[in-house]
């Protein structure tokens, strides 16, 4: 189990105000379980990289 979400491109997302308000509240809550180190489970990550496409937004963030 490692951090793998990249936060860069969550903050981006946040900084550009997608109209997704459920993009919106995923990327917060990775971002805030994220900054109090929180170690994401592969399970996890896969769960918010499916969420997130779900939505329509490309390139959640993974990098290995």
Known sequence: ??????????RSRIA??????IVQALDALALAL???????????VSLYETA?????CTGSGSSA
């Open 16 to 21: 550009k105000r997608p109209q997704n308000p």
């Open 52 to 56: 997130i496409a779900y939505c329509g």
């Open 34 to 44: 994220t900054d109090h180190d929180h170690i994401w489970s592969d399970q996890e």
């Open 1 to 10: 189990m490692t951090n793998i979400i990249n936060i860069d491109v969550a």
